[in-house]
């Protein structure tokens, strides 16, 4: 039932063509901009996928979600949102701006909360942040993680706006020093490798509740997963997020090389490739295949017709 749905979605989207691959750095202007992959895991470990779906790429943004996870656990509630927000910017992802009340970032989804989360674990683990991000995102994939060095060097020699919103944030006390080490952290994580098969499991993770379900183990708790879900649901989707809602209904990350992982409370990951972004960065295909889903499973958080959770649980 779910490979056949994969299936057709697959063929009947692998054709478009529309969007653009993003072209900031060289080394992202080089992926192939046909593929095209999809990958389900379900809360109880079973893989689906279909095309492209072991095709590396590095995470981007939906590397946000998980600092954000690994702050809350590290720091605890408290202390993290003194160093960022819970509301939607309504600017660019890469706005060089704060909340002009809190003088914090707006959320953790954009690049100046995911900055400022950097810092946070910068400040608990020093030298040892970088390890202690990818060992967790490892632990959400189930699979060692690594970086594209490439993608890394050329983004850290451009990321010049990245360093001006974390001096905004050195000048407003949000991140301590060293800047420039704050900056690379985050870059790092950016690096980091996945494909749609383990951003899937990445998702699924979330979706049983901070648990991997192949390798049954528990990396954050329950309610650092509902903090991680509410803001992926509201600031997932850089300025479509209200759109997104509306057409699709779940809590999602999307990222600049076509990355989107969305999660089903308790059922299911999602993770897709497709390096094709539209006018807002997000994939066209994946978001595309994403509503397709959402329809033919009633995936929608709030699924009027209220079938949403036990249709699902009849397939699995
Ligand atoms: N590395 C990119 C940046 O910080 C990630 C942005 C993204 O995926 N939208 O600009």
């Given at each position: 039932?779910?490979?056949?749905?994969?299936?057709?979605?697959?063929?009947?989207?692998?054709?478009?063509?529309?969007?653009?691959?993003?072209?900031?750095?060289?080394?992202?202007?080089?992926?192939?901009?046909?593929?095209?992959?999809?990958?389900?895991?379900?809360?109880?470990?079973?893989?689906?996928?279909?095309?492209?779906?072991?095709?590396?790429?590095?995470?981007?943004?939906q590397?946000?979600?998980?600092?954000?996870?690994?702050?809350?656990?590290?720091?605890?509630?408290?202390?993290?949102?003194?160093?960022?927000?819970?509301?939607?910017?309504?600017?660019?992802?890469?706005?060089?701006?704060?909340?002009?009340?809190?003088?914090?970032?707006?959320?953790?989804?954009?690049?100046?909360?995911?900055?400022?989360?950097?810092?946070?674990?910068?400040?608990?683990?020093?030298?040892?942040?970088?390890?202690?991000?990818?060992?967790?995102?490892?632990?959400?994939?189930?699979?060692?993680?690594?970086?594209?060095?490439?993608?890394?060097?050329?983004?850290?020699?451009?990321?010049?706006?990245?360093?001006?919103?974390?001096?905004?944030?050195?000048?407003?006390?949000?991140?301590?020093?060293?800047?420039?080490?704050?900056?690379?952290?985050?870059?790092?994580?950016?690096?980091?490798?996945?494909?749609?098969?383990?951003l899937?499991?990445m998702a699924?993770?979330?979706?049983?509740?901070?648990?991997?379900?192949?390798?049954?183990?528990?990396?954050?708790?329950?309610?650092?997963?509902?903090?991680?879900?509410?803001?992926?649901?509201?600031?997932?989707?850089?300025?479509?997020?209200?759109?997104?809602?509306?057409?699709?209904?779940?809590?999602a990350k999307?990222?600049?090389?076509?990355g989107v992982m969305a999660?089903?409370?308790?059922?299911?990951g999602i993770g897709?490739?497709?390096?094709?972004?539209?006018?807002?960065?997000?994939?066209?295909?994946?978001?595309?295949?994403?509503?397709?889903?959402?329809?033919?499973?009633?995936?929608?958080?709030?699924?009027?017709?209220?079938?949403?959770?036990?249709?699902?649980?009849?397939?699995?």
């Open positions: 039932m779910i490979q056949g749905a994969l299936d057709k979605v697959y063929e009947r989207f692998v054709k478009e063509q529309s969007g653009e691959v993003a072209d900031y750095i060289p080394a992202l202007a080089s992926a192939n901009p046909d593929s095209f992959g999809l990958a389900i895991v379900t809360a109880k470990g079973e893989v689906y996928t279909a095309g492209d779906a072991d095709t590396p790429f590095t995470i981007q943004s590397s946000k979600p998980f600092t954000f996870a690994l702050a809350l656990e590290e720091c605890g509630i408290d202390a993290t949102y003194e160093h960022v927000g819970t509301e939607p910017s309504g600017d660019a992802f890469n706005s060089i701006v704060l909340d002009p009340v809190t003088n914090v970032p707006f959320n953790p989804m954009v690049n100046s909360g995911a900055i400022s989360m950097a810092g946070l674990i910068r400040d608990a683990r020093g030298d040892d942040a970088f390890e202690a991000i990818r060992t967790e995102y490892s632990r959400f994939a189930g699979a060692e993680l690594g970086t594209d060095s490439d993608v890394f060097d050329s983004e850290i020699t451009t990321a010049h706006r990245n360093r001006a919103i974390a001096h905004l944030m050195r000048a407003g006390g949000v991140i301590s020093d060293p800047v420039e080490g704050v900056v690379e952290l985050y870059t790092r994580q950016c690096s980091i490798e996945v494909t749609a098969t383990r899937a499991t699924a993770t979330l979706a049983n509740i901070g648990t991997n379900p192949i390798t049954n183990d528990n990396i954050v708790s329950p309610m650092t997963v509902r903090h991680v879900l509410s803001l992926m649901f509201t600031c997932g989707m850089y300025d479509y997020a209200g759109r997104w809602a509306l057409d699709v209904g779940l809590p999307s990222g600049v090389t076509g999660v089903v409370n308790r059922q299911i897709l490739y497709s390096p094709r972004l539209d006018e807002h960065g997000n994939s066209v295909r994946a978001i595309k295949a994403c509503v397709e889903l959402a329809d033919e499973f009633g995936l929608h958080g709030f699924e009027f017709s209220n079938t949403g959770s036990s249709m699902l649980s009849v397939y699995l």
